[in-house]
């Protein structure tokens, strides 16, 4: 996609409710059958305090934007573009061209990731405490402190602060490793909280759990959370808004339950149509046909158009502008009227994060 699908644009000063400001936020590696562009022009403006919740298949650039909002794409990836952070007191940042010193106090200070995987993100031979405790002396934190909000955070996520800081991480469960992690990605009270599959490796009973302890800590601690993942439906009832993204670049963005109920663009609606529902007959659910696009040669026009059942000569010539579909929800496609007639889904509530049956 190009620059010119600008999601969402906010207020060019920053001023208001918009935390983050992204513009033709692009990552790219070197390789040598050519340049490849793991996310593509991003244009996007996040909302301070909202839960954003950013979906799409495998490969399509979800946990590179992750990384790119705290410039931690690892080497020999480049970040180019403007991303300008707005804490809420003091001067807008420019996240790309922070000195090391500088971004290294701008994370967890002010934006905290929480990475795919708790069952590797402790050090086995260390406790629990012992990572609190050297994240808190890395940033030069106060000790007492910290330690007294580390307790609160895993106490206002069901765990016994003394069981859990004095266990090595073998001693936990799963879902109880995940809680401690999203605990130690706040102990120094950040602002944002990145989200990359944090409940990937979890059962769905227990994924629902830490959805619904996140959301009382993002109300609680007055968070932005942006929270990265392949399942839709799971994240629906978390989010106020969702993010669609295909081929590196966002295709559909609104609130969630528009976006759920009636999307806009035919990726959306092949990702929800393929998503098992007890409401659906068998028939009317099926994976999205073909393969996501190389992000060496990602298709001219639009990106969706070798999968897409709509697609037509103007698709494969041009790229489209978002088109509006309700308040604040539009969709990158030439046809979105179409989509939502051609290309059905059904999506049961109890599959809904936010419905009944969790």
Same mark, same amino acid.
């Given at each position: 996609?190009?620059?010119?699908?600008?999601?969402?644009?906010?207020?060019?000063?920053? =001023?208001?409710?918009?935390?983050?400001?992204?513009?033709? %936020?692009?990552?790219?590696?070197?390789?040598?059958?050519?340049? @490849?562009?793991?996310?593509? *022009?991003?244009?996007?403006?996040?909302?301070?305090?909202?839960?954003?919740?950013?979906?799409?298949?495998?490969?399509?650039?979800?946990?590179?934007?992750?990384?790119?909002?705290?410039?931690?794409?690892?080497?020999?990836?480049?970040?180019?573009?403007?991303?300008?952070?707005?804490?809420?007191?003091?001067?807008?940042?420019?996240? !790309?061209?922070?000195?090391?010193?500088?971004?290294?106090?701008?994370?967890?200070?002010?934006?905290?990731?929480?990475?795919?995987?708790?069952?590797?993100?402790?050090?086995?031979?260390?406790?629990?405490?012992?990572?609190?405790?050297?994240?808190?002396?890395?940033?030069?934190?106060?000790?007492? =402190?910290?330690?007294?909000?580390?307790?609160?955070?895993?106490?206002? !996520?069901?765990?016994?602060?003394?069981?859990?800081?004095? *266990?090595?991480?073998?001693?936990?469960?799963?879902?109880?490793?995940?809680?401690?992690?999203?605990?130690?990605?706040?102990?120094?009270?950040?602002?944002? !909280? %990145?989200?990359?599959?944090?409940?990937?490796?979890?059962?769905?009973?227990?994924?629902? @759990?830490?959805?619904?302890?996140?959301?009382?800590?993002?109300?609680?601690?007055?968070?932005?959370?942006?929270?990265?993942?392949?399942?839709?439906?799971?994240?629906?009832?978390?989010?106020?808004?969702?993010? %669609?993204?295909?081929?590196?670049?966002?295709?559909?963005?609104?609130?969630?339950?528009?976006?759920?109920?009636?999307?806009?663009?035919?990726?959306?609606?092949?990702?929800?149509?393929?998503?098992? *529902?007890?409401?659906?007959?068998?028939?009317?659910?099926?994976?999205?046909?073909?393969?996501?696009?190389?992000?060496?040669? %990602?298709?001219?026009?639009?990106?969706?158009?070798?999968?897409?059942?709509?697609?037509?000569?103007?698709?494969?010539? *041009?790229?489209?502008?978002?088109?509006?579909?309700?308040?604040?929800?539009?969709?990158?496609?030439?046809?979105?009227?179409?989509?939502? #007639?051609?290309?059905?889904? #059904?999506?049961?509530?109890?599959?809904?994060?936010?419905?009944?049956?969790?």
């Amino acid at each position: 996609m190009t620059a010119t699908n600008t999601t969402d644009i906010g207020p060019a000063t920053g =001023e208001g409710d918009i935390i983050f400001e992204l513009r033709d %936020v692009s990552v790219s590696f070197e390789m040598e059958r050519g340049e @490849s562009r793991v996310l593509d *022009s991003v244009n996007m403006d996040i909302k301070r305090e909202e839960i954003l919740g950013v979906v799409g298949e495998s490969g399509s650039g979800k946990s590179m934007f992750a990384a790119a909002l705290l410039d931690a794409v690892v080497h020999p990836g480049v970040v180019t573009g403007e991303i300008t952070y707005y804490p809420r007191d003091g001067e807008p940042v420019d996240v !790309l061209n922070l000195r090391d010193d500088e971004l290294r106090r701008l994370r967890w200070n002010e934006i905290s990731m929480v990475f795919q995987g708790a069952m590797s993100s402790f050090n086995p031979t260390m406790k629990i405490k012992d990572h609190f405790e050297e994240t808190i002396h890395a940033h030069r934190a106060n000790y007492t =402190e910290r330690m007294q909000h580390a307790r609160r955070l895993l106490s206002d !996520l069901y765990l016994d602060p003394d069981r859990v800081l004095n *266990s090595y991480p073998h001693e936990l469960s799963g879902g109880m490793k995940q809680r401690a992690l999203i605990a130690l990605s706040l102990v120094l009270e950040p602002e944002v !909280l %990145v989200m990359d599959e944090p409940t990937a490796a979890l059962d769905l009973l227990m994924q629902r @759990s830490i959805l619904s302890l996140l959301a009382d800590l993002q109300e609680n601690y007055n968070l932005t959370v942006i929270f990265i993942t392949h399942d839709l439906p799971l994240v629906a009832g978390l989010a106020d808004r969702l993010g %669609v993204m295909y081929a590196f670049d966002f295709v559909e963005y609104g609130p969630s339950a528009e976006v759920v109920e009636d999307a806009g663009h035919p990726y959306t609606r092949a990702l929800l149509r393929s998503v098992p *529902s007890v409401d659906a007959a068998l028939k009317e659910m099926r994976p999205i046909e073909g393969e996501a696009p190389d992000p060496v040669n %990602v298709p001219q026009g639009c990106s969706y158009h070798p999968r897409c059942p709509l697609a037509d000569r103007r698709c494969v010539e *041009s790229n489209p502008p978002f088109d509006e579909v309700g308040a604040d929800h539009a969709a990158a496609c030439f046809y979105v009227e179409q989509a939502q #007639t051609e290309v059905p889904y #059904t999506v049961s509530e109890e599959r809904l994060a936010g419905g009944e049956g969790q």
